[in-house]
T-cell receptor
């Protein structure tokens, strides 16, 4: 099947900004999502963006969407050790909104 | 509200055994989903139920069956477990329209 691609690892120092990148596959995707998963836990929705938007900001989180390049990014400002987790990018395709296609996840490690 | 509740949290099966994973949501959501997560992978859709009384296959349905018992409950059955079904299983639900997917905390299944 078609793949959603993410880099697997990112390390940053506490207080720096983190940028997690994702490329998706379907130019007709309706929504694009960022989920956070802490060890042994389920997936927590961080934010999502509708495909007709370029940017969405929510407190420390900024999502940028480049539809032409099918590129999505998540910027976390002032990264904290509690932000250490796996971050998944996901896209919805077609009319079944809960049918998501996930990347493999980016392991974010924040060093004090 | 509990959100999406999955039982059991952990399960160990021998090859060939059967079991049913239970999922219930109390958010009056219309659609429910079963995903599996394998190490180093994103989530992949097994089956979904867009509305009460309907079920459809996802990306990886082989070896599984589902039942949408009522609007609240969506179960996943393994008739004859295989080691390849060792995984973490997530149930999720969504309202129709512009709303995010809500996940349960997962069932960690090991098949020996």
């Amino acid at each position: 099947g078609e793949d959603v691609e993410q880099s697997l690892f990112l390390s940053v120092r506490e207080g720096d900004s983190s940028v997690i990148n994702c490329t998706y596959t379907d130019s007709s995707s309706t929504y694009l999502y960022w989920y956070k998963q802490e060890p042994g836990a389920g997936l927590q929705l961080l934010t999502y963006i509708f495909s007709n938007m370029d940017m969405k900001q929510d407190q420390r989180l900024t999502v940028l969407l480049n539809k032409k390049d099918k590129h999505l990014s998540l910027r976390i400002a002032d990264t904290q050790t509690g932000d250490s987790a796996i971050y998944f990018c996901a896209e919805s395709r077609g009319s079944t909104l809960g049918r998501l296609y996930f990347g493999r996840g980016t392991q974010l490690t924040v060093w004090p | 509200n509990a959100g999406v509740t999955q039982t059991p949290k952990f399960q160990v099966l021998k090859t060939g055994q059967s079991m049913t994973l239970q999922c219930a949501q109390d958010m009056n959501h219309n659609s429910m989903y079963w995903y599996r997560q394998d190490p180093g992978m994103g989530l992949r859709l097994i089956y979904y139920s867009a509305s009460e009384g309907t079920t459809d296959k996802g990306e990886v349905p082989n070896g599984y069956n589902v039942s949408r018992l009522n609007k609240r409950e969506f179960s996943l059955r393994l008739e004859s477990a295989a080691p390849s079904q060792t995984s973490v299983y997530f149930c999720a639900s969504i309202r129709q329209g512009n709303s995010p997917l809500h996940f349960g905390n997962g069932t960690r299944l090991t098949v020996t």
